[in-house]
């Protein structure tokens, strides 16, 4: 077995056995708070009408050009149509995935990256360029730093990204990008952190809301309802055409079927068709754990009673029930 299968199935045991039922996947251990995301079950965040998150902003953190795309692109593209305005910060600069010489690789995931933008609705790229597979090389004060920057500069207030604590991921750029990325969310709302931000006119801010995807094993409390947004997410890895199982891969197979004199009839009948339908169909549903190493969109949308989903462990802003100003009014007594 590859072990991306098997990790995908021991991901579906430990993390969806029991969702929604308050059943464990271990019998005799009854699931934590935790575990289910403190309500007994996994909470289905569905789309909504009008524009409920217009003011707020939201970064879309990936290592490379195709991972938003393949593990969040639907519920990216959900919020951004919901009012959120998002922005793309790419860790990476790909130069490791492709075919040509290394600056071809490295120009051509570039356009493709702005490709996804565009694809998902986000208004703008922040590349930071670090070398392709050798992020467990750098220094992660800096890369921090970086991101405190912008975290502070375009006041983020949710994040989708890598699940900094996503068991058994092989990609150090994608656990360094996570890690670190954890880290300056709640520092980038500390006054003593780069303290010349401030001087430079920017304010202490932290990230509150977090979405984090992963490959491996994961504590799963959100499933995103991505049904109207399935097509977008189709787009953003359509046009990833240098790296990834997406892009032009239907059109391959369509042609190479073609060679044999046999067709499929599920790849449509024209190049551009081929490229949406092969990975609606099969990068997203039937070759899913294969090709992206996590399981169906279909099957999970199913599972939930929905046609497509994404499953995150979420990460809620702090919560606002208590006031500790009102409490004191109400019950404090003269000395
Ligand atoms: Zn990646």
Redesign the pocket.
């Known amino acids: 077995m590859k072990r991306r299968e098997f990790m995908g199935r021991i991901w579906v045991a430990g993390a969806f056995a029991g969702a929604g039922t308050g059943v464990s996947a271990h019998p005799g251990m009854k699931p934590s708070p935790q575990q289910t995301g403190g309500s007994g079950g996994v909470f289905i965040e569905r789309a909504v009408a009008g524009k409920p998150h217009a003011g707020k902003v939201l970064a879309a953190v990936?290592?490379?050009t195709?991972?938003i795309p393949l593990f969040a692109g639907g519920t990216v593209a959900k919020l951004i149509n919901e009012g959120y305005t998002g922005y793309l910060i790419r860790a990476t600069n790909d130069e490791k995935a492709g075919p040509g010489t290394t600056g071809e690789t490295v120009l051509s995931n570039e356009r493709d990256n702005e490709s996804v933008a565009k694809a998902l609705g986000l208004a703008k790229i922040f590349n930071l360029n670090y070398r392709n597979h050798r992020m467990d090389d750098l220094s992660r004060q800096e890369m921090r730093a970086r991101l405190i920057f912008l975290i502070r500069l375009l006041k983020v207030d949710t994040i989708i990204s890598y699940d900094p604590w996503g068991h058994y991921e092989e990609?150090p750029?994608?656990y360094v990008t996570a890690q670190v990325l954890e880290s300056a969310c709640w520092m980038a709302g500390m006054n003593k952190d780069y303290p010349e931000h401030l001087e430079a006119g920017l304010k202490p801010h932290a990230v509150r809301e977090k979405y984090y995807f992963a490959r491996g094993p994961q504590l799963i409390n959100r499933v995103v309802d991505i049904s109207t947004t399935i097509d977008q997410k189709v787009d953003a890895n359509v046009a990833n055409k240098t790296q990834g199982p997406g892009g032009e891969n239907g059109a391959r197979l369509k042609a190479r079927l073609s060679a044999q004199n046999l067709k499929l009839s599920i790849l449509g009948d024209n190049d551009d068709l081929a490229n949406r339908q092969y990975i609606k169909h099969f990068v997203l549903d039937l070759d899913s754990q294969r090709l992206r190493g996590v399981r169906s969109d279909r099957e999970l949308g199913r599972e939930h009673g929905v046609d497509y989903a994404e499953a995150f462990h979420y990460v809620a802003p702090y919560p606002v029930d208590f006031n500790m100003e009102e409490y004191v009014r109400k019950n404090a007594t003269p000395l």
Request: aromatic fraction near 0%; glycine fraction near 0%.
């Open positions: 990936q290592p490379h195709d991972d990609n750029d994608h």
